[in-house]
């Protein structure tokens, strides 16, 4: 089987799973007895080695089958979870992680076994065999059971409400058969879910399940053991009914007998009955044979797609590069659609009778400002249905944190808050990494050690906070720790040691000041090297990126308190609101984002400070940029009394951008400007104006 095509949707559930492992496994360390996170870690490892099995990837597969075998021996009670068996969980994690890397670069698994991984998940299990001794008699009493139960002990215990009671006995009255049959599957099996499905497609060949146990869902989301049991109504003999179960491979057995409506336990209590009645429709529902295409198996339980899967689709993020989208915000986007062609053909039957002489232009500018709404309302059905939580880079983050506090040897915690808040799927796949290097800091050379804490009298464990919450158009997070904060002076001494300021400039130059040198590359006051991270490593790398973005970061700190970083992004970046000028005579777009005010400025008023041009607003004092000078252009206006000026902001400096005029507000599409002029940086992008025309649109931030 070609499994190629399904790669992409590999990938995406892999990473879905390994994601819900990671928090799962940082859940059981701390609640090592809980049932619900062991079956959940048990299902995951499964359904990961499901999908390794059908693609292919057998070294994947293995490494989750001895995941699954340890949670198997912790569900029975035959072992307890350790500490030490949590290192080796996430041990494997990486492992699988590295797989699921090297799949999406090169289709392919690698050639790591990890021997030495699967060699500690066997040697978990070992202390269980101990009681290898007593294992036997019980197995010899299990098989000793087994051989004395009757033949449909499973089905007979499968409760009927009235409805399918009576279905029972108009079947017998049509001259048609009732059988209860038990399946077996093969414990050694890897997809049983879909081996169920076979046998449900099989038997429906010659007749239709009534109900099954577990239920058809619960089957298909393989929440049962090895075993199942169904009630089926068909014209075919016994024999040929078992014998078609049978012939599914990875089926090790079936038992039936044919049944009346009285063999079935029809004792029970009220309340149960009523739940019994609510889930039977349910229960009826026999998978769909529309899932025979069977090779969309990589969800792990490769059973059949539900007509109602679009509901059930989470909107929880799938990192890649495709957005898992609910079907109402397709049904919204469907009507916009709609309401657009509707527009367009309005507009056109407007302009037709203006060209005939019937019509003034009253009903083309209805038909605008209709349309006008309609591109509104699509734009922002669009951007929400690109929007993504910012969950699924941030989840990692807490393991990452357990491994740095053993690493360093620092008692720390991480708290995070607004998890769910939603960015442009472009931006989330970008920001993980500038993250990372940000709490690395925060928890290297941010948290003090635990003797230094209790001396200032401080809680010996450090706290990392990272909070994302979304302010007007922006997405602001925040990394901040309770740590040492920045000391400034070691900041001044090593940027004159490193001539990268003069001693004279260091006596003049603001805390603030000092700060922003360590997002120069490769600045750092880090009194060694380690494989961590320095305060200051890697933060040129994070601004650059961020900065990449559209987006800015700011720090501040407090010697002794800890600091706070800050960063605050575009929520997309592909349609923004713009303010449209004119310098020389060229059209230019400035993101209404960074705009502060625009001001009418007399020449007369300009200052000179340094040898630059200020301006003095409101007693702030501004310096200006003159566009045209920046941009290489002809300004015929330079000796006119008064400038348009435009007052850009990023983090708490402004700037003011001299412009010849101004055009307007405009909602404008950004075109990337590829390799074209990627050395210039005051240049972010381009758009494509109502008559053609092309206009650059400016980065203010490079600007200031």
């Not at 690698?110 to 269980?128: F, H, Q, V, Y």
């Not at 928890?443 to 906070?465: C, M």
């Not at 003069?502 to 130059?509: F, G, L, R, S």
Request: contains cysteine.
């Amino acid at each position: 089987m070609d499994v190629s095509q399904y790669l992409e949707i590999f990938l995406d559930e892999s990473r879905e799973h390994l994601q819900n492992l990671n928090k799962q496994i940082l859940q059981l360390e701390q609640e090592p007895d809980n049932m619900d996170v062991i079956n959940e870690i048990f299902r995951a490892a499964h359904s990961l080695k499901g999908m390794a099995g059908t693609m292919g990837y057998k070294r994947m597969q293995t490494l989750t089958h001895d995941m699954e075998n340890v949670f198997s021996e912790v569900r029975s009670g035959n072992i307890k979870i350790q500490s030490n068996m949590i290192d080796i969980l996430f041990q494997c994690l990486d492992a699988l992680e590295g797989y699921v890397g090297n799949i999406q670069e090169s289709q392919d698994e690698g050639t790591n076994d990890n021997e030495a991984i699967i060699k500690m998940l066997n040697d978990c299990i070992k202390p269980s065999e101990g009681g290898a001794e007593a294992a036997a008699p019980a197995e010899e009493a299990k098989e000793e059971k087994k051989a004395e139960a009757p033949a449909g002990a499973g089905w007979a215990k499968i409760h009927l409400d009235s409805t399918q009671q009576k279905v029972i006995t108009e079947a017998s009255e049509q001259g048609k058969h009732v059988y209860g049959i038990d399946v077996k599957v093969q414990e050694s099996c890897v997809l049983k879910a879909a081996r169920a499905f076979l046998v449900f497609k099989a038997i429906e060949e010659n007749g239709e399940i009534l109900i099954s146990e577990p239920s058809a869902q619960d089957i298909e989301d393989e929440k049962f053991d090895f075993d199942f049991s169904l009630v089926v109504v068909t014209e075919d003999t016994l024999e040929n009914t078992l014998t078609a179960v049978k012939s599914v491979s990875e089926i090790e057995g079936a038992t039936g007998k044919e049944v009346t409506a009285a063999d079935f336990s029809g004792e029970k209590e009220e309340a149960k009955e009523e739940a019994k009645t609510e889930e039977a429709p349910a229960a009826t529902n026999a998978p769909v044979p529309a899932a025979t295409t069977a090779p969309a198996a990589p969800a792990g339980s490769a059973a059949p797609a539900k007509t109602d899967a679009g509901k059930k689709q989470a909107s929880k993020p799938v990192v890649g590069r495709t957005v898992r989208v609910d079907i109402e915000k397709l049904d919204v986007l469907m009507n916009l659609v709609s309401e657009l062609i509707i527009a367009k053909n309005s507009l056109e039957a407007a302009a037709t009778s203006s060209k005939e002489g019937s019509s003034d232009n009253s009903a083309i500018n209805e038909q605008l400002e209709y349309l006008e709404s309609i591109t509104t309302n699509l734009h922002e059905s669009v951007m929400k249905v690109r929007m993504v939580p910012i969950e699924s880079v941030v989840s990692k983050f807490p393991r990452m944190v357990r491994d740095l506090s053993k690493k360093l040897d620092k008692k720390m915690e991480l708290y995070m808050s607004g998890e769910d808040t939603e960015m442009d799927r472009t931006v989330v796949d970008e920001i993980g990494d500038p993250l990372m290097h940000l709490i690395r800091n925060s928890a290297d050379h941010g948290l003090e050690p635990e003797d230094v804490r209790r001396q200032r009298g401080k809680d010996p464990v450090g706290s990392i906070f990272l909070d994302a919450y979304q302010e007007g158009n922006n997405v602001v997070i925040e990394v901040r720790d309770d740590g040492n904060g920045i000391d400034v002076e070691a900041v001044r001494a090593k940027a004159i040691e490193r001539g990268t300021i003069t001693p004279e400039q260091a006596q003049t130059m603001e805390d603030k000041d000092i700060i922003n040198l360590l997002f120069l590359p490769s600045f750092s006051t880090a009194k060694k090297i380690t494989d961590v991270s320095g305060r200051g490593v890697g933060l040129d790398v994070v601004r650059s990126k961020i900065e990449s973005l559209s987006g800015e970061v700011e720090v501040k700190s407090k010697l002794g308190e800890g600091s706070t970083w800050t960063i605050r992004l575009p929520l997309t970046l592909a349609i923004v609101q713009a303010l449209m000028v004119v310098v020389g005579e060229e059209k230019y777009a400035i993101s209404l984002g960074s705009i502060q005010t625009i001001e009418d400025v007399r020449t007369e008023d300009i200052k000179l400070v340094q040898n630059k041009e200020v301006i003095n607003l409101r007693g702030n004092v501004i310096p200006l940029v003159r566009l045209s000078q920046v941009l290489d252009l002809e300004n015929p206006k330079e000796d006119e009394e008064s400038m348009v000026v435009v007052i850009v902001k990023k983090g708490d400096k402004y700037a003011g951008l001299v412009v010849d005029e101004l055009i307007g507000q405009q909602e404008i599409v950004i075109k990337s400007m590829g390799t074209y002029i990627n050395k210039n940086k005051i240049i972010s992008g381009a758009t494509i104006l109502g008559d053609g025309e092309v206009a650059l649109i400016l980065d203010a931030n490079a600007l200031i």
